[in-house]
């Protein structure tokens, strides 16, 4: 990715986290059902998205280019 992606559906919070743990400054932009996430003046490198739905949390990996 270049600091943006979509994320499908609702979703009750999202952190954006660096491999220490660090949590990311984001943006988001409502598309109907669908959000698009911007990262701002983000280093390329592996980040760790936690989507939480409802009573579950979801991790993905993203990769910055």
């Not at 952190?15 to 983000?42: A, R």
């Amino acid at each position: 990715s270049s600091g943006e992606f979509f994320i499908r559906g609702t979703f009750n919070n999202l952190q954006i986290l660096n491999v220490t743990g660090l949590s990311m400054p984001f943006e988001i932009q409502e598309y109907g059902s669908d959000k698009k996430v911007l990262l701002k003046n983000i280093a390329p490198g592996l980040y760790i998205l936690k989507i939480q739905k409802a009573n579950t949390i979801q991790t993905e990996k993203v990769i910055i280019r």
